[in-house]
């Protein structure tokens, strides 16, 4: 007995939903098992706010909690490379050379960023040149982060830490 057309159709339907259903679990299981291999490999949890093109961050965005995503820092050498925890790229999302990176300004987070970012995080707005970054990260990470900028070799940045970091504001 031949099938109806919408049997068919049905059918078709129910094998491209489960495509992309097995292709949706493979994309999450890849991000989970990048995170625990990054994390395993000495990483940190930070987060990071880029401003848009042309754009510069504002103390206070329009939506203060816009724009933060959630990743794992892991320090190379005199490199800090960033990796966004949603996203499938296997290299660094963004790369910040110790030799270059200025702290602007540090504060706590706005109270609409509170609930976006991790617990008693703080946030350094960095400038690399003319590229900007606020990175938000626990006391912990904070301090660790502050070691390994103060340990840079003399040289245009080589200015002491106490000299080049904002107060607390």
Known sequence: KPRAPSSRRMGAVA???GILLLLGCLCLGYLAVRRVRLMRGGGVDVCLRRPGPGRRPARVPRDAAAGWHF????????E??????TSLRPG???VLDRT???IVERRHPESAEA????????????????????LAMTPGVLTGFLSWLESAPPGPAGAPL???????G
């Open 92 to 94: 660094a999302t963004a």
């Open 162 to 168: 106490e000299d080049r970091l904002p107060p607390l």
């Open 15 to 17: 094998a491209v939903a």
């Open 115 to 134: 609930y976006a970012l991790p617990q008693a995080a703080s946030v350094l707005r960095c400038r690399m040149g003319e590229r900007e970054v606020e």
């Open 100 to 102: 270059g990176v200025e």
């Open 71 to 78: 990743g794992v820092g892991r320090y190379q050498g005199n």
């Open 80 to 85: 800090f490379a960033w990796y966004r925890l």
